[in-house]
């Protein structure tokens, strides 16, 4: 047969998106043409292809090969069409042709039709070798959702796949293993699932543990509320007081994914090739910390093929921005509206993209320049207006957004040279744990969010059951110190928070006093 037809895909975002590969062997003169709006990359599996199946000892076909990937309108980019185009080809000629060593025809095998259900993905070695693509568990979710049965892949990508229930995985090392299961003469193995082991590392869990960061028990107990509500967070203190020791302790409390939302972190950092080497999905939170010089596209996400941004691959995590006032305004801006909305719509001349942001911002900064302004032990060195234009770098509208501001002041030499006797990871991550299977319960029974943070303002009316003295206090805060609207409502989802902490069934004046506690200190400076 002159033309023939295979399944393969694409990832437009976080989707995945079926693509025909069409080929057509017709007479001319020797030549391969692919059209259907291929990038550099796609245009190049022409010559990955030709090396790859001569090297498989086939002959590639003497006359005019066309590859058409439909649909045509659709940008289509990376390596991942190098399999299909090959195997479209093969199935195009109707004969697979094999060589001697000399070059000459040897014998010639028809090859069997393939079943439409069947999709096939993978880039080319020059040898033949396959080699593993990005945003395959994109790809294998789009293939469920089509209803496609069968993928043909790379070994390497067949455990992240494998998280995909339902669908039946034929993995290949080499295109030598694929060509005698077009022949129809050995079927190629089925992959086995197996259950991913999780392991995590111990290193990494003791040099973070809470047990030995020393003192600062304001800035630990924000840290459980932060973590217990998925509330945004700004530690601010002089140079060396432990503001990036906390926050890197932040993964030692927070609770482990759900199966949901593995699969969402899991798709991001597949497309971006970031997925774990093992296979399977990823089960702790993401935990990104971008250096200050990023650029806005590198944070939000973008570019000429739109890829998720840092803010994308901390999803159900933390984004931690240390030196916070270093980086780019138009980078914080940005920041404002996926806060709030969780999503991140990137629009290009070609289309738009949106991307999930639902992620808890952790940032630390100085109070100055030099770091010392306020600092009971150094004496700042910064004139008032250069304090000023520093701390001006966040925004108030940045600045509402963000729930807990907290002083982290210079421990004494004293204290950090005793041993250690801090509530240790473990126990906070238990109340954190404890915390949320609150609100997940109340969100579940109310149908409203399970996490505080997310709480809409109607959701938070109905959530929040205030007591009479909790009103009056919160009520004259707001008028004392010119609290927005949109800060009294952060003022209360914190409280919320506090109080689940507290398993108390209601918001107390405790509660609603220590929530004001955490605002900034320009907004509720005694």
Excluded at 293 to 301: H, R
Excluded at 379 to 391: E, F, G, H, K, W
């Amino acid at each position: 047969m002159p033309t023939a037809k295979v399944l393969s895909a694409t990832v437009v975002g976080l989707t995945g998106v079926l693509v025909e590969v069409e080929v057509d062997v017709g007479p001319g003169l020797p030549q391969c043409t692919i059209v259907g709006l291929p990038d550099a990359a796609v245009r190049e599996s022409r010559d990955r292809v030709r090396a790859a199946i001569r090297n498989c000892k086939v002959a590639f076909p003497r006359t005019r090969v066309t590859v058409n990937l439909a649909p045509a309108d659709l940008k289509k980019e990376g390596p991942a069409f190098d399999l299909p185009i090959a195997a479209a080809i093969m199935l195009a000629h109707g004969r697979v042709e094999f060589e001697r060593e000399d070059g000459e025809p040897d014998t010639s095998v028809a090859v069997v039709p393939m079943a439409d259900r069947t999709l096939f993905v993978g880039e080319l070695a020059l040898d033949g070798a396959l080699r593993p693509v990005v945003g395959i568990l994109s790809i294998a979710l789009a293939a469920k959702r089509l209803g496609i049965t069968t993928i043909i892949l790379p070994e390497a990508n067949a455990p992240e796949a494998a998280a995909v229930a339902g669908l039946r995985l034929l993995p290949a090392a080499h295109l030598a293993q694929i060509i005698p299961h077009l022949l129809g003469q050995e079927q190629l193995r089925v992959y086995e699932r197996r259950e991913a082991v999780h392991v995590e590392d111990p290193y990494e869990l003791q040099h973070n543990d809470l047990a030995y960061v020393h003192g600062l028990a304001s800035a630990k107990r924000a840290l459980a509320v932060a973590a217990a509500g998925g509330h945004n967070l700004l530690f601010v203190g002089p140079p060396g007081t432990g503001k990036s020791l906390l926050a890197k302790a932040i993964p030692t409390i927070l609770p482990p994914l759900t199966e949901e939302e593995a699969l969402e972190v899991t798709m991001a950092h597949s497309v971006v090739g970031l997925a774990p080497m093992r296979g399977g999905l990823l089960r702790e939170r993401p935990f990104r910390a971008p250096h200050h010089s990023a650029s806005d596209i590198a944070i939000i996400g973008g570019g000429q093929v739109p890829k998720p941004g840092e803010i994308s691959l901390a999803h159900h995590g933390v984004l931690f921005l240390d030196e916070f006032p270093e980086f780019k305004r138009p980078v914080l801006e940005a920041l404002r509206q996926p806060l709030e909305d969780g999503a991140v719509t990137v629009s290009r001349a070609a289309g738009s993209v949106t991307f999930p942001a639902r992620f808890m911002l952790v940032a630390a900064q100085n109070p100055c320049p030099c770091g010392y302004w306020r600092d009971s032990q150094r004496q700042c060195v910064c004139a008032p207006s250069q304090v000023l234009r520093y701390q001006q770098k966040i925004s108030g509208p940045m600045l509402d957004r963000i729930d807990l501001v907290v002083d982290v002041p210079r421990q004494s030499s004293e204290v950090l040279l005793t041993e250690p006797h801090e509530a240790p990871s473990s126990a906070v991550r238990a109340e954190v744990i404890a915390a949320r299977d609150r609100q997940r319960a109340r969100g579940v029974a109310l149908g409203i969010a399970t996490l505080n943070a997310r709480l809409s303002a109607s959701e938070l009316r109905t959530a929040s059951a205030l007591d009479d003295d909790a009103k009056q206090v919160l009520l004259k805060a707001a008028d004392r110190y010119h609290l927005s609207s949109r800060a009294t409502l952060r003022t209360l989802r914190v409280a919320r928070t506090i109080a689940d902490l507290a398993a108390a069934p209601a918001i107390a004046t405790t509660h609603i006093t220590e929530a004001l506690t955490y605002r900034p200190k320009e907004q509720v400076a005694a």
